[in-house]
């Protein structure tokens, strides 16, 4: 066995696209999930774009009310099930859980192949959901108007459906790959807690992933057949569809935001240069939001018609949901205590990701308090607060984990001071355009609605030119990242001074990841707080 | 640099041990809990059904009652008993690998096979019974012999439910055929039948599922 030779790696190594396009290795497909999912990311962005633009003015400004249906369901439904669903998980578990864990691979590299040409498959048919005239639902697809419309809406749910069964193989794949494929002394209270992430993110993909399968298969079966489920003129129940959708996509926003969860976990001790504080209490408290994200749907359903019993218990297991993630938030600012805490781009972003996750956090007890929800339902309210979770969250975490692990995927550096600027760019973009909608949505603002009275369009306008802030950001980190890959400085095997298992070995890895077996003693060996300091 | 490696086989076989793995065993082991792990997720693709079935038929539960009646229990009955022999048959073609007895284990994936296609054939005589009556989906249904509420939602869950399975019949039927096919060829002897295995657990579960769908809907009336 040569020794370590970073000239050839697991990017040159088979040579040729058809290599990679047949590759079974857990790194060349999450960097395959990666480009995919930032492709779709750009495309809903842009669908994003267009409705700030469309609400610069009351009335008209660019598109008529109907295209507006259609750009808002497809900005919904390109984000959720093709970006911010398989982005982390698909893209930076795939790359880095096997590596993390001492392993070669993941479990069964075939299938996880199939995943993604799978995924492909399910996107495939999104797409044409957008030629054939797109679709106006908003991406809930409610009943009873999805039966009703005349829209592409058998493609879109079809791809919802197979995108769906490549989240549940790549689930799959991770819980038997962190079950079975640990390194030596890599105990289950070993783990960086990044896998405890992704491995509690699977649990969910797996159990709920088939529900929302079954759910917009009956919707298509009720298009094509008229089972009448969801149908009551044939005497079924449009409630039942909110139900199953919710028992779903409930959970999935901790399928988007938990993986989220993770990669802070990550960054924070890397640039605290401490040990991570409770790293009991965070592991635990990713599985305890796995659980319990199974029975808080139906606070999507206060005002459905369900009975108030059920609106109350609801309530009160939502609340109870908030305090694994109120743990999770609390240990990571008690790893900085005391750190010796740098400010490089990753960690810029996890800042941001702690700030914007909290507000969106906080403000989602006001949609869980019953008579509060009934305020706010259907108001910009909800939309500012789930951007704040899913963009100021996960989105923040993705670009935290993306600058965080640049180095060890591509073996070059990106550029510091214009990472620092992207980073504030993105920060005062998304707090211009989601802050205003917490405003407006208090005020009365509908969501969902293509017109709105003059005196909401100031705040109309801050949001939207927030959005072009966001725009600004992410053209620029776009530039520098793929700039840093053909002009980058070559990155050192370990440039943060990590301490996970990644960090060991050379940037960009070898194709066969170690090639020396690794041993595991303990997570995170950054010594006690006092050693660290005295490094200093 | 792959070429570096050596390839282990397992004793006796063609069967390469891919190179994350340390041996044959630790292979095995991980596929088995794969295919746990994904027979929980088909009982939760299942579960949504039986939430549908659990709600319409508390709703109202005479329309069911008699809708019920229109079902055959002797061809419901006599798949159960099929069904059941083929788990029989799958588990000893297992049995009989570990034994290295690649002959009966052979025959008992034919035997396997059969049993699904007896099962498809007495529901393909089953399903055209209904097409004929106008026993259909909710939005389809013609038949006037049931007066009580909405006895099209009966159907459209027999249809949703019974051809979900049945897509699960045929779909091991495929599965079963291509290990057959492995087994005659000599891939697996007492130190590897991976694929058999797994291929089992799945064909207990699809027994499992009917052992459920047959009384809900055949035996209510």
């Known amino acids: 066995m040569s020794v370590a030779n970073s000239d050839v790696n697991y990017i040159n190594s088979p040579k040729g696209l058809w290599s990679w396009l047949v590759t079974i290795d857990h790194k060349r497909i999450g960097i395959m999930y990666l480009f995919t999912t930032l492709a779709f990311f750009a495309l809903g962005g842009i669908f994003a774009l267009l409705l700030r633009i469309e609400h610069l003015t009351p009335g008209r400004t660019i598109m008529d009310a109907n295209q507006y249906n259609i750009a808002f369901t497809l900005h919904g439904a390109i984000m959720v099930f093709m970006f911010i669903v398989p982005n982390v998980p698909a893209a930076f578990g795939n790359f880095f859980l096997p590596i993390m864990i001492g392993a070669k691979d993941v479990a069964f590299p075939k299938i996880n192949l199939l995943s993604y040409y799978v995924f492909w498959l399910g996107a495939i048919l999104a797409v044409c959901a957008i030629i054939f005239g797109g679709v106006d639902t908003g991406w809930t697809f409610y009943t009873p108007y999805s039966i009703r419309t005349n829209t592409a809406v058998i493609f879109m749910a079809s791809g919802a459906f197979i995108m769906g069964m490549s989240s549940i193989l790549t689930g799959l794949n991770f819980i038997v790959t962190v079950h079975k494929l640990r390194a030596p002394g890599m105990t289950f209270f070993h783990l ?114 369900q009975s108030y019993l059920a609106s109350l218990l609801f309530s009160v297991a939502t609340i109870i949901i908030g305090v694994p993630t109120a743990i999770k938030i609390v240990n990571w600012v008690a790893t900085m205590y005391k750190g010796k805490v740098s400010w490089e781009t990753p960690m810029l972003y996890a800042m941001a990701f702690i700030f914007m996750f909290s507000i969106g956090g906080l403000t989602g007890l006001f949609h869980i308090s019953l008579a509060v929800s009934v305020h706010l339902h259907d108001t910009y309210f909800v939309v500012a607060h789930f951007h704040y979770v899913m963009m100021g969250g996960t989105v923040m975490a993705m670009l935290g984990g993306l ?49 709105y009275a003059e005196r909401f369009q100031p705040l109309h306008q801050v949001s939207t030119v927030g959005s072009w802030f966001i725009a600004a950001s992410f053209l620029l980190t776009m530039s520098y990242l793929i700039y840093s890959l053909f002009k980058g400085k070559k990155a050192p095997a370990n440039p943060w001074d990590a301490k996970s298992l990644e960090w060991t070995i050379a940037s ?14 303990e997570p995170y060996p950054y010594g006690t707080p006092n050693k660290a300091r005295s490094h200093a | 640099m792959s070429g570096h490696h050596e390839v282990h086989y397992v004793e006796g076989t063609k069967h390469a041990i891919p190179h994350h793995f340390n041996s044959g065993y630790h292979e095995f082991d991980a596929s088995k809990m794969g295919m746990w792990v994904f027979l929980v997720n088909e009982i939760l693709l299942f579960s949504a059904l039986f939430v549908a079935y659990a709600m319409f038929r508390a709703k109202d539960p005479v329309m069911f009652h008699e809708a019920s009646h229109q079902l055959n229990k002797w061809m419901g009955g006599l798949n159960t008993i099929v069904l059941l022999f083929s788990s029989l048959t799958m ?37 055209s019974h209904k097409f004929h009556a106008g026993l259909l989906t909710a939005k389809f249904y013609t038949f006037e012999g049931i007066s009580a509420g909405h006895p099209g939602l009966f159907f459209s869950l027999y249809f949703m439910m019974t051809g979900l399975h049945g897509l699960h019949v045929l779909i091991g039927m495929g599965v079963i055929a291509w290990v057959w ?34 009384p809900l809907l055949y035996l209510i009336g």
């Open chain 2, 91 to 127: 588990a000893l073609s297992v049995g009989y690998l570990q034994r290295n007895n690649t002959k009966r284990a052979s025959q008992m994936l034919i035997l396997t096979f059969l049993c699904a296609a007896t099962f498809m054939v007495v529901k393909y005589f089953e399903y």
């Open chain 1, 403 to 451: 600058h965080y692990w640049w180095p060890k995927m591509f073996g070059v550096m990106y550029n510091e001071c214009l990472g620092k600027i992207g980073a504030a760019l993105m920060f005062i973009g998304f707090n211009m355009t989601f802050g205003s909608q917490f405003i407006m949505g208090n005020l009365g603002m509908p969501r969902r609605y293509y017109d």
């Open chain 1, 192 to 305: 960086p807690l990044f896998i405890w992430g992704i491995y509690a993110t699977a649990i969910i993909q797996v159990l709920a992933t088939p529900v929302i399968g079954m759910t917009v298969a009956l919707l298509i079966m009720e298009r094509v057949f008229g089972i009448g489920f969801f149908d009551p003129a044939l005497g079924g129940d449009p409630i039942l569809f909110q139900h199953f959708f919710w028992f779903y996509s409930h959970p999935a926003v901790y399928i988007m935001i938990v993986p989220g969860m993770a990669i802070i976990s990550e960054i924070i001790p890397a640039f605290s240069k401490k040990t991570i504080f409770g790293y009991k209490p965070i592991a635990y408290s990713s599985l305890a939001i796995a659980f319990a994200s199974f029975i808080v749907w139906g606070h999507h359903m206060f005002t459905s018609g």
């Open chain 2, 181 to 214: 096919w492995r087994t005659r060829r000599g891939d697996f002897n007492e130190h590897y039948f991976t694929p058999v295995e797994v291929t089992a657990l799945y064909w207990h579960l699809v027994d499992l599922v009917w052992i459920f769908l047959f």
């Open chain 1, 508 to 521: 960009p890895p070898p194709t066969e990841n170690f090639l020396t077996d690794p041993v595991v003693t």
